[in-house]
DNA sequence: ATCGTGACTGGGA
DNA sequence: ATCCCAGCCACGA
C-alpha cells in the first residue's frame, strides 16, 4: 500500500518542519533540538533535528539559534569556526553567561505550536 | 542487513 | 550535585 512511500513522505515532512521551524526563530532567541522535535511530532529525537540541521547548514537557516537544552553552543563545530555561532547570537544581542551557554530563561524561544498545545498548562514554577 | 555514531534528553544511581 | 545508561531517528560503513 505504499507504506514505504508515506513514510519517506513523513521523513521529509519532519524535515521541512525542522527548516521551517528554524526559519521562525525570532533574531536574538534560540530554541532547543527538543523543543523543535517535540514541535515537529516527536517528543523524542532531538538527534534527528541535528541531523535535519547538518544538511541544512548550507541553507540560510539560522541554526546558529538552536541550542541544547543546557544553552550550550553543542553545534557550533559545525560551523566551520567554533565562535562563529557564538558571534552571531552574540551580534543578535543573545547574552551569555560565565560558562559560555545562552541565558534560555531570557532568550528561550517556544514554537507557538506548542505553546498551543500546551494550552491548559498550569503556570510557571516560581 | 547489522553495527556504530551523532548538533539530544530524561531518568536513575 | 555529577555521572552513567537507555531511548529515539537517520545515515554511513
Given at each position: 500500500?505504499?507504506?514505504?512511500?508515506?513514510?519517506?513522505?513523513?521523513?521529509?515532512?519532519?524535515?521541512?518542519?525542522?527548516?521551517?521551524?528554524?526559519?521562525?526563530?525570532?533574531?536574538?532567541?534560540?530554541?532547543?533540538?527538543?523543543?523543535?522535535?517535540?514541535?515537529?511530532?516527536?517528543?523524542?529525537?532531538?538527534?534527528?533535528?541535528?541531523?535535519?540541521?547538518?544538511g541544512a547548514q548550507e541553507?540560510?537557516?539560522?541554526?546558529?539559534?538552536?541550542?541544547?537544552?543546557?544553552?550550550?553552543?553543542?553545534?557550533?563545530?559545525?560551523?566551520?569556526?567554533?565562535?562563529?555561532?557564538?558571534?552571531?547570537?552574540?551580534?543578535?544581542?543573545?547574552?551569555?553567561?560565565?560558562?559560555?551557554?545562552?541565558?534560555?530563561?531570557?532568550?528561550?524561544?517556544?514554537?507557538?505550536?506548542?505553546?498551543?498545545?500546551?494550552?491548559?498548562?498550569?503556570?510557571?514554577?516560581?
Amino acid at each position: 500500500m505504499k507504506r514505504k512511500i508515506q513514510s519517506d513522505r513523513k521523513k521529509k515532512d519532519f524535515f521541512d518542519k525542522v527548516y521551517d521551524l528554524t526559519a521562525k526563530i525570532p533574531k536574538g532567541k534560540v530554541t532547543t533540538y527538543g523543543l523543535i522535535a517535540e514541535a515537529c511530532g516527536i517528543r523524542s529525537s532531538a538527534r534527528t533535528v541535528g541531523w535535519a540541521l547538518n544538511g541544512a547548514q548550507e541553507s540560510n537557516l539560522p541554526c546558529h539559534r538552536v541550542v541544547n537544552r543546557n544553552g550550550t553552543l553543542t553545534g557550533r563545530v559545525h560551523f566551520g569556526d567554533p565562535n562563529l555561532m557564538e558571534e552571531l547570537l552574540r551580534s543578535e544581542g543573545v547574552e551569555f553567561d560565565d560558562d559560555g551557554n545562552v541565558i534560555m530563561q531570557k532568550h528561550l524561544w517556544i514554537p507557538p505550536i506548542l505553546e498551543r498545545r500546551k494550552k491548559k498548562q498550569k503556570k510557571s514554577r516560581s
